[in-house]
């Protein structure tokens, strides 16, 4: 079945970074682009980026020049690099495959996230 494990986040102050890691099982990883997505308490989840398979990436514009996103296909694992990170970067970052999620809506398979906070 498919599983994700995101790791990396924690504490850090504005303008710090953090790199983030998604590992990834249970299906093709290589073929599947893949997206990270962050989740503000009380806000609805939002998507931050994407990976294609040629390792092309897209942002949304709040993170472009400040955030990359590269994948390991080997390891089946993307990463999300976050510099100069702000207090509205706060939330709890997934990754997924954004085929998975259009697919399968609700019963789409997420992983338990990893907690970002930008605070000083």
């Known amino acids: 079945q498919v599983q994700l494990v995101e790791s990396g986040g924690g504490l850090v102050q504005p303008g710090g970074s953090l790199n983030l890691s998604c590992v990834t099982s249970?299906?093709?990883?290589?073929?599947?682009?893949m997206s990270w997505y962050r989740q503000a308490p009380g806000k609805a989840r939002e998507w931050v980026g994407i990976?294609?398979?040629?390792?092309?990436?897209s942002y949304r514009d709040s993170v472009k020049g400040r955030f990359t996103i590269s994948r390991d296909d080997a390891k089946n694992t993307i990463y999300l690099q976050m510099n100069n990170l702000k207090s509205e970067d706060t939330a709890k970052y997934y990754c997924n495959s954004p085929a998975k999620v259009t697919q399968l809506g609700e019963r789409a398979v997420w992983g338990q996230g990893t907690q970002v906070t930008v605070s000083s």
């Open positions: 990976i294609f398979t040629s390792h092309g990436t």
């Open positions: 249970g299906f093709d990883f290589s073929r599947s682009h």
